[in-house]
């Protein structure tokens, strides 16, 4: 739940570009060692909890937590250029969710039926009074964005929190809403794919720690015959003293159970750790995962020593058993 006003003067700080990692000719199947450095990427690479799509003509679109909802686009996933914000003329309809302040949390973004989709999180620091909204666009530009409303709210009497959305089509077609952060944990509603908004009333609790409270983020991406559930375990948004963590588990189901690889329900704690700290790497995590030409890809952010928050880029790898690991 924790994006902090800081994470803008973070951006701002001087950004370590990490080593390249090379691109395979095939997938896999191995984990390596230790864990990868991110993968080289140039330019504009400040971020926070980023979100990517790539678009039809073969480029990549990025939102991000910021002012308005930031926005970067790249030709090659290599380089990322500044392509202003999301709201240029602000969100008023989110001011009483974000104490008056301009900053959006945590976007999510997609292409479907030839629109760009952008769920988005309104709130502020340890709040539980909380929305999450839709935006569409036909070009994703900056300016272009219309307000499609609220999706779901929460607010102190909620034992969950509206934040940190993500849209995922099942295999049957049907839209759903992950989401979640902190207090009980992620949470999944049911969307019309005709509106992107709220189907009935129903919702499903997907993962929960024991113990703790911090889990966040989560991103469902189905690969094979799972879906796998990826969350963020432990503190964000403290710089290099971040203690973020990439998780993962899996069901047959959308709605779960999910399992790690120990078969632990997440419901009861449970998650396979795919990326963690290392090295200069501080705290990864607020995870997508996007299909590509060469690969699965994972987009995170991390803070360098300096408390930079910094895009990170590795591509996945499945093991025998089907557990995905970062190279």
């Known amino acids: 739940m924790w994006k902090?006003?800081?994470?803008?003067?973070?951006?701002?700080?001087?950004?370590?570009?990490?080593?390249?990692?090379?691109?395979?000719?095939?997938?896999?199947?191995?984990?390596?060692?230790?864990?990868?450095?991110?993968?080289?990427?140039?330019?504009?690479?400040?971020?926070?909890?980023?979100?990517?799509?790539?678009?039809?003509?073969?480029?990549?679109?990025?939102?991000?937590?910021?002012?308005?909802?930031?926005?970067?686009?790249?030709?090659?996933?290599?380089?990322?250029?500044?392509?202003?914000?999301?709201?240029?003329?602000?969100?008023?309809?989110?001011?009483?969710?974000?104490?008056?302040?301009?900053?959006?949390?945590a976007p999510d973004i997609s292409y479907r039926n030839g629109l760009y989709y952008l769920y988005y999180s309104a709130s502020t620091f340890g709040s539980r009074n909380s929305a999450i909204f839709l935006a569409t666009s036909t070009t994703g530009a900056s300016g272009s964005w219309a307000n499609q409303g609220m999706i779901i709210s929460t607010t102190s009497s909620s034992n969950y929190n509206a934040i940190d959305p993500n849209l995922v089509v099942d295999a049957q077609g049907r839209w759903w809403l992950s989401f979640g952060s902190f207090w009980t944990g992620i949470?999944?509603?049911?969307?019309?794919?005709?509106?992107?908004?709220?189907?009935?009333?129903?919702?499903?609790?997907?993962?929960?720690?024991?113990?703790?409270?911090?889990?966040?983020?989560?991103?469902?991406f189905r690969h094979g015959s799972y879906y796998y559930l990826w969350v963020s375990f432990d503190a964000c948004c403290q710089g290099a003293s971040s203690t973020y963590r990439i998780m993962v588990g899996r069901s047959s189901s959308v709605t779960g159970p999910y399992v790690d690889r120990n078969g632990l329900a997440m419901t009861s704690g449970g998650g396979t750790q795919v990326l963690a700290g290392h090295g200069s790497v501080h705290g990864p995590g607020h995870q997508a995962v996007v299909p590509d030409s060469d690969a699965e890809v994972l987009y995170y952010h991390y803070y360098a020593d300096n408390g930079a928050p910094l895009l990170g880029i590795n591509l996945l790898g499945y093991d025998s058993a089907g557990w995905p690991f970062v190279y």
Not at 88 to 99: D, F, L, N, R
Not at 197 to 204: A, P, Q, V
């Open 4 to 105: 902090r006003a800081l994470v803008a003067l973070l951006l701002g700080a001087a950004a370590v570009r990490p080593e390249p990692v090379p691109v395979p000719l095939a997938t896999p199947t191995t984990p390596p060692a230790a864990y990868p450095n991110p993968g080289r990427v140039t330019g504009d690479i400040g971020v926070h909890d980023p979100s990517v799509v790539k678009r039809p003509d073969g480029s990549y679109l990025l939102v991000h937590t910021g002012d308005n909802i930031t926005i970067k686009t790249s030709t090659d996933r290599t380089a990322w250029h500044n392509a202003g914000v999301v709201f240029p003329g602000g969100a008023p309809w989110t001011t009483s969710y974000t104490g008056g302040g301009a900053s959006l949390w």
């Open 187 to 220: 949470k999944l509603v049911q969307l019309d794919p005709a509106t992107g908004k709220r189907l009935g009333t129903s919702i499903t609790a997907l993962a929960q720690r024991t113990g703790t409270t911090a889990i966040e983020a989560p991103f469902i």
